[in-house]
């Protein structure tokens, strides 16, 4: 499938807020991409297909992650996450995409995990800080992800670790690990969350 005929397919999946919402990560992916130095084209198939099924009824979600066996724990956790996991298997099986590293940049675009790829990581921090985007900590995500990917995505997780505390939600235990990796990281590199 072309480039145009996939765009074409996603964007038909979607009401047209969240279409605008992934034209937005496309954008903000291939900047990000091409400031960190990785592949645009993969960055943009990723970013395209990232939210494929987020609009499908979340049973449905559900059911493509039971049915074929793909991180069942997360169904225990918020429904938000699902569709990163979804996303992935569609991508490949209904889509075409052979691509592991792409792959993996939409399964693991809402959560992240330890030891990101530098695709996971641009693919990831532009669906935080995309033009669409409007939440207290954006603007400081955004100026952060001018200096270095790991600092604003340590910001991006903090963002979304505190939004859950506030309203008593469960933490998928892989987005914790996500974030104290991205800072052993940070560290190791010689680098703190502190600095300006």
Not at 147 to 173: N, Q, W
């Amino acid at each position: 499938m072309n480039r145009e005929s996939l765009k074409e397919s996603v964007r038909s999946q979607m009401p047209a807020a969240r279409w605008q919402h992934t034209l937005g990560v496309v954008e903000t992916s291939i900047r990000l991409a091409a400031r960190y130095g990785a592949d645009p084209d993969k960055a943009e198939l990723a970013a395209i297909l990232h939210d494929c099924c987020k609009s499908w009824p979340v049973d449905r979600q559900a059911a493509v992650i039971r049915e074929h066996a793909l991180s069942e724990d997360v169904l225990q956790y918020d429904k938000e996450l699902w569709h990163a996991i979804a996303g992935a298997w569609v991508a490949e099986k209904e889509y075409g995409v052979n691509d592991p590293e792409v792959l993996d940049a939409i399964r693991y675009h809402t959560t992240g995990r330890a030891g990101m790829t530098l695709l996971e990581k641009v693919v990831c921090l532009a669906d935080y800080i995309e033009p669409g985007r409007d939440f207290p900590a954006v603007n400081n995500i955004r100026e952060l992800a001018e200096h270095s990917l790991e600092k604003a995505l340590v910001a991006g997780f903090d963002s979304t670790i505190h939004f859950l505390l506030d309203r008593g939600k469960k933490i998928y235990p892989l987005t914790v690990l996500t974030r104290n990796a991205l800072l052993f990281e940070l560290e190791s590199a010689g680098g703190t969350m502190r600095e300006p």
